[in-house]
């Protein structure tokens, strides 16, 4: 009776999915067209360069830069947005020689996240070598990713490992502290260490302000325009609440479960619609995962005490990761419908594809191994350690590749097979 209300809840909430509809956006804010046009030779100066992109733009987030065809930096006025329109943004150019010029735009999705695009024009004829823009730079997205998987990796394993480490001290089984000892203080350390580290690497692929100067100065409305910003101020708080000793064991708890929550608020939740399925439907699925790779660490660091005959525990822990894995797995299929569709996943060329692809493979093999090693424990009442490790490491490298698709641009029925949106960062 217990499985068929779960399964009654998981077709309701399918079909309220379905019924909400699947709106074709673009993974972030992306240009869709531009006065002058990229490419275009003009016969006189335009007077004013206007872009206008997928989706509205934060205004204190838009940077704009020209160069001209010796790479050398014009100076610009601060580019506005269109009244009425915040989708566009205009910024006046001075007079201008004959040549071509590269227009180097920055600005900030919905979801918080970076987006550079590039256009080109000429006046008057084609420059016949055009350099590259001396000052313009472009963040190395690899230490990103690297830092948030540390931080966020380190949170989504802590969370639910102490979780269910609480919970299965009901059954006389060893607490967080006593599997980890001084590794629980090591990998705080290192959570933050990541956490800190991934503010400045994101703050530096902001050209138009600086993040840390307005938390220095307590600049809410600036910083509100970021919710990764957000995300990253939460988590560095509640990681701080966490070290203070001596709580009830509910703070703790409680904290690593609002801390896990955070890490659903950054990607691309904020820039899909509807915005509340979005992230209703990436909160549930951080928390499962959370809780399902959890628990397999939890069995692997028990080791024999786990093992034995401990009917009331086997139990608990059969039905907890049945249920994370069922729920983990039907949310992400859940997020996948919503925020694209499969003709356009399967016809893209992005990276995002493949790497959904990888964490699919990954998924399905946990599966299988979860089920040959369930059927070992209840006929044999034994572990297979080998396959409890390969399961959390097809587990973790399933995290990576979600981690890393939310800092790559997504295909939708309005991208084309190449890239159209170049990003620095989710």
Same mark, same amino acid.
């Given at each position: 009776?217990?499985?068929?209300?779960? !399964? @009654?809840? /998981?077709?309701?909430?399918?079909?309220?999915?379905? #019924?909400?509809?699947?709106? #074709?956006v673009q993974a972030h804010a992306g240009l869709m067209s531009s006065t002058p046009k990229d490419g275009e030779v003009l016969q006189t100066n335009p007077g004013q360069l206007s872009m206008r992109f997928t989706e509205t733009l934060e205004p204190d987030l838009v940077s704009m830069k020209l160069y001209d065809w010796n790479g050398k930096e014009i100076s610009l006025e601060r580019p506005t947005l269109q009244p009425g329109d915040a989708s566009q943004v205009n910024v006046p150019l001075p007079e201008l020689a004959e040549g071509t010029y590269t227009a180097i735009v920055s600005v900030v999705s919905e979801d918080g996240h970076p987006v550079e695009e590039r256009l080109s024009f000429s006046i008057g004829q084609k420059s016949a070598v055009v350099a590259e823009p001396s000052t313009a730079k472009k963040t190395d997205s690899s230490y990103l990713i690297v830092y948030r998987y540390l931080a966020q990796g380190i949170i989504l394993l802590g969370g639910g490992l102490y979780v269910v480490a609480w919970w299965a001290q009901r059954y006389g089984l060893p607490s967080m502290a006593q599997l980890l000892g001084i590794g629980r203080q090591i990998g705080w350390v290192l959570g933050l260490v990541g956490l800190i580290f991934l503010w400045f690497l994101y703050d530096e692929?902001? @050209?138009?302000v600086s993040l840390t100067q307005a938390l220095w100065q307590l600049d809410g409305k600036l910083l509100a325009q970021s919710p990764f910003a957000i995300? /990253?101020?939460?988590s560095f708080v509640l990681m701080l609440l966490l070290s203070i000793p001596n709580m009830v064991s509910g703070w703790y708890v409680g904290i690593w479960v609002l801390l896990v929550s955070a890490q659903a608020f950054g990607g691309h939740a904020w820039g899909i619609a509807p915005v509340w399925l979005s992230i209703v439907l990436r909160l549930l699925h951080v928390l499962t995962v959370s809780l399902w790779l959890g628990a397999l660490v939890y069995l692997l660091l028990a080791g024999k005490q786990a093992e034995r005959d401990r009917k009331e525990f086997k139990a608990?822990? !059969?039905?907890?990761?049945?249920?994370a894995a069922l729920l983990a797995v039907?949310?992400?299929? !859940?997020?996948? /419908?919503v925020q694209t569709d499969l003709a356009s996943v399967f016809q893209s060329s992005l990276t995002w594809s493949y790497l959904l692809y990888g964490k699919v493979?990954?998924?399905i093999v946990m599966l299988g191994l979860a089920y040959r090693q369930t059927k070992r424990w209840r006929?044999?009442?034994?572990?297979?350690?080998? !396959?409890?490790?390969?399961?959390?490491?097809l587990g973790i490298v399933a995290i990576l590749a979600g981690l890393w698709m939310s800092q790559t641009n997504y295909p939708t029925a309005t991208t084309s097979t190449q890239a159209t949106i170049q990003t620095d960062l989710y």
């Open positions: 009776m217990r499985w068929k209300r779960y !399964l @009654t809840l /998981l077709w309701l909430a399918f079909f309220l999915v379905l #019924a909400t509809g699947n709106s #074709a692929s902001l @050209t138009s995300m /990253l101020i939460i608990f822990f !059969l039905r907890t990761v049945a249920m039907v949310t992400g299929v !859940l997020m996948l /419908l493979i990954c998924i006929k044999e009442n034994t572990l297979q350690q080998v !396959l409890l490790r390969w399961e959390i490491i």
